[in-house]
C-alpha cells in the first residue's frame, strides 16, 4: 500500500492538518504558511484526494485512518493533529486508535454524528443530505460548485466570496478527488456515529466552529466538546464552514495559543 500524498514546511514541534470532504491539502496554504514559524507542519492528502491514490480495499475508516498512520509513522513519533469536518472524523478515529503519538487534537467544523436522529437533533436532516448526495453523486461540476458555496455561506459576501475562491483553487492547484472517494466520505457521512467512542479520548482537544455553519451546526460542534473530556470550545462569529480561510489570523492565533499550552 503507497503512502498518502504529503507536504512539510517550517521547523519546531510537528503538527499534522486533515483537510475536509472533496479537496486537498492545498486548503492549507495560508494556515501552515503562519504555523511554519513555530510547528513543523504536515498536510496530508486523504485517501483518494488530491494526489494521494484510492485504494478500493481499504475502504473502512479503519483501514483509511491506518494509511494516515502508514503515511505519518516514518515521519513523527509524535505530533499535534488537526482535522477539519471528514478530516475531524480521521482525526477522532486515530486519536481513539493511537493515543500515545497524538500530543494535542484540534477539530473544526466537526461532529461526531453528522445526520439528526432521535436524541441527536443538531445534526443535519437527512433529506437535505438525501438532496446534496444525489446532486453530487451525479457528478456535476455545478453541484460541487453549491457544495463549495455552502461551505461559505453565511459569512459576509466578501468573505464568503473569498472562501469559495481559495476552495476553488485547491481543487484546481492540487487535483480534483477520486469518484469513490467522494462516494465512500458521503456514505462515512450518513452512517457514521462516533459517540461512543468520545468518553475514551483523553489527549487534549480544542473544538472550533463557525457560528453561521450550514453544514456542521455550531450546535453539534458544541455537544462534541462537552463529550470530550476538559476540551475548549471556540466558536467565531460571523464565520460558516471554514473559519480558517475566513478569519485567518484569528485562527492562527487561536491556534497557536493551544498547542502551545
Request: aromatic share 8%; net charge positive.
Amino acid at each position: 500500500m503507497t503512502a498518502l500524498h504529503y507536504e512539510m514546511r517550517g521547523r519546531g514541534k510537528d503538527l499534522v492538518l486533515l483537510h475536509g470532504w472533496g479537496l486537498n491539502l492545498g486548503v492549507w496554504d495560508e494556515l501552515s504558511r503562519a504555523l511554519a514559524r513555530r510547528f513543523r507542519v504536515i498536510s496530508i492528502d486523504l485517501p483518494g484526494h488530491g494526489r494521494s491514490d484510492w485504494d478500493p480495499r481499504a475502504v473502512t475508516p479503519a483501514a483509511q485512518a491506518w494509511r494516515v498512520h502508514e503515511t505519518l509513522a516514518p515521519l513523527s513519533e509524535r505530533y499535534s493533529l488537526l482535522g477539519w469536518s471528514l478530516g475531524g472524523q480521521f482525526a477522532l478515529d486515530l486519536a481513539a486508535a493511537m493515543p500515545a503519538g497524538i500530543e494535542r487534537l484540534a477539530l473544526i467544523a466537526t461532529t461526531p454524528k453528522f445526520l439528526a436522529s432521535a436524541g441527536w437533533r443538531c445534526g443535519m436532516a437527512p433529506a437535505q443530505f438525501t438532496r446534496l448526495s444525489d446532486a453530487l453523486s451525479r457528478g456535476h461540476d455545478a453541484a460541487f460548485d453549491d457544495f463549495l458555496a455552502l461551505c461559505a455561506r453565511g459569512s459576509a459576501p466578501r468573505t464568503a466570496a473569498r472562501v469559495q475562491k481559495q476552495l476553488r483553487l485547491a481543487v484546481q492547484r492540487h487535483g480534483a478527488a477520486h469518484p469513490e472517494a467522494l462516494a465512500n466520505g458521503l456514505e462515512r457521512l450518513k452512517e457514521c456515529d462516533l459517540r461512543s467512542a468520545l468518553p475514551l479520548l483523553r489527549v487534549p482537544a480544542l473544538v472550533i466552529a463557525g457560528a453561521a455553519d450550514r453544514i456542521t451546526r455550531a450546535a453539534a460542534a458544541r455537544a462534541l466538546a462537552v463529550r470530550l473530556d476538559g476540551a475548549r470550545y471556540v466558536e467565531f462569529a460571523g464565520a460558516a464552514h471554514a473559519p480558517f480561510l475566513s478569519h485567518p489570523a484569528r485562527f492562527a492565533a487561536t491556534l497557536t495559543r493551544f498547542l502551545r499550552g
